[in-house]
């Protein structure tokens, strides 16, 4: 060692001399003489700035004009919107999942491993295509084990069973929770020094002696995606160990129990002794789920419209997703509204936002159905109010306020006039139950006043006896806004004061009342109706169905309305289909094809607005070449392609000019080799 190299004490960085051939080691003697611990700074990036400027990623709209008061409003507004729906989802999911979470827990329960050393206790549970009601499944049976700490859950993934060694493997280290390095197969063993390797079952025999674990229960996820010799691999490798290690396997199966015998061998399923378990259909619990979403509610602020709704349902049964991909959408449209609308912070309004800024004036002087609203006031000769409406700031505000707790107000009478149809159609006997979604698709349409829907339950109800009657009353009277507990008094008194109290009443529009008469005129049979003699109560009673369909009548030609005539309805209804369609539905073939042949679209320079004909020496050259392809036939020849290529880009000075536009055009042709 030369003089002039140093010595370093132990705790210096290293990475100082990685090059130095050598240097002396010299510990500490005392605690004194080491350098006190250099004090850590955080980094803040970029990024963590911009979200302390703004509200966790809500950006400034109004032209950026947008103060921070209103952007954490909008912030808030999802969040609490959102909040409340899917705390509700969630208990729809759980309600749904209750029975089979309940039969999967009393088979967990009852099962003892150890009673059995041939057999493996297995449980098949037949999810269909509800792939995310079988996670939620299996987060509330791991949520229930948490009760008995001596049981085991282990989830296990398809994807994480590519072979046995790596099946074995994730089991091993999920269930005793131990980080094992991919690059070294050994672990460590018991006290005596013997070391396992990291797929030897011995590591979790172990584990369940020390911590004595009275089940091991594997989860197999998606055991469709499992191979089937993979999967029989992994049952006689569980079955040997089965004496010794409680295993209980859990299998979600999306198609049928034939079909996943078909995958094992007959040795194989001699080694399982199964039990199944139904969950609920999945058409029916995203029925449920969407009833969740639109049902009438005294707090709802924000709506979503039949437009997108029926899109989200289509994609749900065309591409067959779970119910989960149902939440994220509609978690996704409602981040999309308070997000890019400036106006959406008043669904849920905070303290900190009594009164607009400026520019909110502006905006809400734009919105179509605010312009509509001017029209109509200067259509019915209302100068001075349309006028104050345009110019005075103060006076918009207030009338805002106002058209927007109309609005809600309207949209809460809306749904509940369509629950109260619902009602009377699914009450009313051998008749076809219209679905609640079509239902609430018509009416957020705007198509339900006038539809055969609303005139067939109003003709029937005119012919329903009393004891039907009194049911649907008692569903219905418990709208405010539907006025009928005068005629429900009347109907109680007539039918408590019946003299036949078996039969129930029934009105003249019965057909019970109607008898057909025949009669033969000029050797011609007719068909004739007559009405037979009603008695006192039927009469009576007759009336009082009278005033039921009116009063029903009036009730849906007030409140069956088109949410999109309601003034400021852009606030407190959210129906863009175009963001939630990009995003879900992407189509990047189709946005690549138009950004070549119409750069300005995406550019908007005025460079790239070329001639008539779309080609302009200007364009993107990549743009050229594409519009060219699409002229040519099915054999293009490369020597015209460069002459009409050369002609756009027109004449330049000298051969080298043209050289590198023949090294663009070759350099260009290489990509578009994929198109066809």
């Given at each position: 060692?030369?003089?002039?190299?140093?010595?370093?004490?132990?705790?210096?960085?290293?990475?100082?001399?990685?090059?130095?051939?050598?240097?002396?080691?010299?510990?500490?003697?005392?605690?004194?003489?080491?350098?006190?611990?250099?004090?850590?700074?955080?980094?803040?990036?970029?990024?963590?700035?911009?979200?302390?400027?703004?509200?966790a990623g809500f950006v400034p709209l109004l032209g950026g004009t947008e103060e921070p008061r209103y952007i954490s409003a909008r912030r808030f507004g999802y969040e609490s919107a959102w909040a409340k729906l899917e705390n509700n989802l969630n208990k729809v999911l759980e309600e749904v999942n209750r029975q089979t979470v309940d039969d999967v827990m009393r088979f967990l329960t009852r099962t003892?491993?150890?009673?059995?050393?041939?057999?493996?206790?297995?449980?098949?549970?037949?999810?269909?295509?509800?792939?995310?009601?079988?996670?939620?499944?299996?987060?509330?049976?791991?949520?229930?084990?948490?009760?008995?700490?001596?049981?085991?859950?282990?989830?296990?993934?398809?994807?994480?069973?590519?072979?046995?060694?790596?099946?074995?493997?994730?089991?091993?280290?999920?269930?005793?929770?131990?980080?094992?390095?991919?690059?070294?197969?050994?672990?460590?063993?018991?006290?005596?020094?013997?070391?396992?390797?990291?797929?030897?079952?011995?590591?979790?025999?172990?584990?369940?002696?020390?911590?004595?674990?009275?089940?091991?229960?594997?989860?197999?996820?998606?055991?469709?995606?499992?191979?089937?010799?993979?999967?029989?691999?992994?049952?006689?490798?569980?079955?040997?160990?089965?004496?010794?290690?409680?295993?209980?396997?859990?299998?979600?199966?999306?198609?049928?129990?034939?079909?996943?015998?078909?995958?094992?061998?007959?040795?194989?399923?001699?080694?399982?002794?199964?039990?199944?378990?139904?969950?609920?259909?999945?058409?029916?619990?995203?029925?449920?789920?969407?009833?969740?979403?639109?049902?009438?509610?005294?707090?709802?602020?924000?709506?979503?419209?039949?437009?997108?709704?029926?899109?989200?349902?289509?994609?749900?049964?065309?591409?067959?997703?779970?119910v989960q991909a149902f939440i994220q959408s509609l978690k996704y449209a409602f981040m999309t509204h308070f997000f890019v609308n400036a106006l959406s912070w008043m669904v849920h309004p905070s303290p900190a936002t009594p009164t607009l800024q400026t520019e909110h004036n502006e905006a809400i002087r734009n919105l179509p159905s605010f312009r509509r609203l001017v029209e109509n006031l200067i259509?019915?000769?209302?100068?001075?109010?349309?006028?104050?409406?345009?110019?005075?700031?103060?006076?918009?505000?207030?009338?805002?306020?106002?058209?927007?707790?109309?609005?809600?107000?309207?949209?809460?009478?809306?749904?509940?006039?369509?629950?109260?149809?619902?009602?009377?159609?699914?009450?009313?006997?051998?008749?076809?139950?219209?679905?609640?979604?079509?239902?609430?698709?018509?009416?957020?349409?705007?198509?339900?006043?006038?539809?055969?829907?609303?005139?067939?339950?109003?003709?029937?109800?005119?012919?329903?006896?009393?004891?039907?009657?009194?049911?649907?009353?008692?569903?219905?009277?418990?709208?405010?806004?539907?006025?009928?507990?005068?005629?429900?008094?009347?109907?109680?008194?007539?039918?408590?004061?019946?003299?036949?109290?078996?039969?129930?009443?029934?009105?003249?529009?019965?057909?019970?009342?109607?008898?057909?008469?025949?009669?033969?005129?000029?050797?011609?049979?007719?068909?004739?109706?007559?009405?037979?003699?009603?008695?006192?109560?039927?009469?009576?009673?007759?009336?009082?169905?009278?005033?039921?369909?009116?009063?029903?009548?009036?009730?849906?030609?007030?409140?069956?309305?088109?949410?999109?005539?309601?003034?400021?309805?852009?606030?407190?209804?959210?129906?863009?289909?175009?963001?939630?369609?990009?995003?879900?539905?992407?189509?990047?073939?189709?946005?690549?094809?138009?950004?070549?042949?119409?750069?300005?679209?995406?550019?908007?320079?005025?460079?790239?607005?070329?001639?008539?004909?779309?080609?302009?020496?200007?364009?993107?050259?990549?743009?050229?070449?594409?519009?060219?392809?699409?002229?040519?036939?099915?054999?293009?020849?490369?020597?015209?392609?460069?002459?009409?290529?050369?002609?756009?880009?027109?004449?330049?000075?000298?051969?080298?000019?043209?050289?590198?536009?023949?090294?663009?055009?070759?350099?260009?042709?290489?990509?578009?080799?994929?198109?066809?």
């Amino acid at each position: 060692m030369d003089d002039g190299d140093e010595l370093h004490h132990g705790n210096e960085d290293q990475s100082l001399f990685e090059n130095q051939a050598s240097y002396v080691f010299v510990p500490y003697n005392d605690d004194r003489d080491k350098p006190s611990r250099p004090t850590k700074r955080r980094e803040v990036s970029h990024a963590a700035k911009i979200v302390e400027g703004h509200s966790a990623g809500f950006v400034p709209l109004l032209g950026g004009t947008e103060e921070p008061r209103y952007i954490s409003a909008r912030r808030f507004g999802y969040e609490s919107a959102w909040a409340k729906l899917e705390n509700n989802l969630n208990k729809v999911l759980e309600e749904v999942n209750r029975q089979t979470v309940d039969d999967v827990m009393r088979f967990l329960t009852r099962t003892d491993p150890q009673e059995k050393t041939d057999q493996i206790s297995t449980g098949l549970i037949m999810s269909g295509i509800s792939a995310g009601t079988s996670s939620s499944i299996f987060t509330s049976v791991a949520r229930s084990l948490k009760s008995h700490p001596r049981n085991l859950i282990v989830p296990v993934a398809a994807s994480q069973c590519t072979n046995l060694k790596t099946t074995l493997k994730t089991i091993i280290q999920k269930t005793t929770n131990q980080s094992i390095a991919l690059a070294d197969e050994d672990l460590p063993g018991d006290h005596q020094g013997i070391r396992f390797r990291n797929y030897d079952l011995q590591i979790v025999h172990e584990y369940v002696l020390k911590h004595s674990i009275a089940k091991v229960v594997l989860w197999f996820h998606n055991s469709e995606g499992i191979d089937g010799i993979v999967l029989a691999d992994v049952v006689e490798v569980l079955s040997s160990w089965q004496g010794r290690i409680p295993f209980v396997l859990i299998f979600e199966i999306g198609t049928s129990i034939d079909l996943f015998q078909e995958k094992l061998s007959r040795a194989t399923i001699r080694r399982l002794q199964g039990i199944s378990f139904e969950t609920k259909d999945a058409t029916e619990t995203l029925e449920m789920m969407f009833r969740t979403v639109t049902a009438p509610e005294e707090s709802r602020s924000l709506y979503i419209g039949a437009g997108l709704l029926k899109m989200f349902l289509d994609r749900q049964i065309e591409h067959v997703q779970s119910v989960q991909a149902f939440i994220q959408s509609l978690k996704y449209a409602f981040m999309t509204h308070f997000f890019v609308n400036a106006l959406s912070w008043m669904v849920h309004p905070s303290p900190a936002t009594p009164t607009l800024q400026t520019e909110h004036n502006e905006a809400i002087r734009n919105l179509p159905s605010f312009r509509r609203l001017v029209e109509n006031l200067i259509k019915e000769k209302e100068f001075v109010k349309a006028k104050r409406l345009l110019d005075t700031d103060h006076v918009l505000q207030e009338t805002t306020r106002q058209l927007f707790k109309n609005g809600t107000k309207s949209m809460k009478h809306l749904v509940e006039a369509m629950e109260v149809l619902n009602i009377i159609q699914s009450s009313i006997p051998n008749k076809v139950h219209i679905p609640w979604s079509k239902l609430y698709f018509k009416g957020m349409g705007g198509d339900l006043a006038d539809s055969s829907v609303l005139r067939e339950s109003l003709l029937s109800v005119r012919k329903l006896p009393s004891d039907t009657m009194i049911g649907i009353l008692k569903k219905v009277c418990t709208f405010a806004i539907l006025e009928l507990d005068g005629v429900q008094t009347d109907l109680y008194e007539l039918t408590r004061n019946t003299t036949d109290g078996s039969a129930p009443l029934r009105s003249e529009y019965d057909v019970h009342h109607e008898t057909l008469r025949t009669t033969v005129v000029a050797q011609k049979v007719q068909l004739s109706k007559h009405k037979a003699t009603l008695s006192k109560q039927d009469a009576d009673y007759s009336k009082i169905v009278d005033r039921i369909n009116s009063a029903l009548k009036e009730f849906f030609e007030r409140y069956l309305i088109n949410p999109k005539t309601l003034p400021l309805h852009e606030i407190f209804l959210f129906d863009l289909k175009s963001p939630c369609r990009e995003v879900f539905a992407p189509m990047p073939r189709q946005a690549v094809e138009r950004a070549l042949s119409a750069p300005h679209d995406y550019l908007d320079c005025d460079c790239c607005d070329g001639s008539a004909n779309g080609l302009a020496p200007s364009q993107p050259p990549t743009a050229l070449l594409y519009q060219l392809y699409l002229e040519s036939g099915a054999i293009i020849n490369i020597s015209d392609l460069w002459s009409a290529f050369n002609a756009i880009l027109g004449p330049e000075d000298g051969d080298t000019e043209e050289e590198k536009d023949q090294e663009i055009l070759y350099a260009l042709l290489c990509p578009l080799r994929l198109e066809d």
